[in-house]
């Protein structure tokens, strides 16, 4: 069976290292060694917008 052209990747705050929102990218726009793009985001739990950074992380 093929591999698909997709992966799963999960945003973890840099303040408290949970996980917080998870997506899938395309693999040909991220290849292995780039840095990722960093999103930022309102973390209800610590009440203020954290810089969120990509890590890739198994699905299924």
């Known amino acids: 069976m ?11 705050s840099t ?8 997506t899938n990218i395309q693999k040909k726009n991220f290849e292995a060694g780039k840095k990722g793009p960093e999103l930022r985001k309102y973390n209800p739990k610590t ?4 810089v969120l950074k990509m890590k890739e992380i198994k699905k299924g």
């Open 15 to 22: 303040e408290t290292g949970n996980l917080v929102h998870v």
């Open 2 to 12: 093929a591999k698909g052209k997709r992966t799963y990747v999960g945003y973890y």
């Open 47 to 50: 009440r203020k917008h954290e």
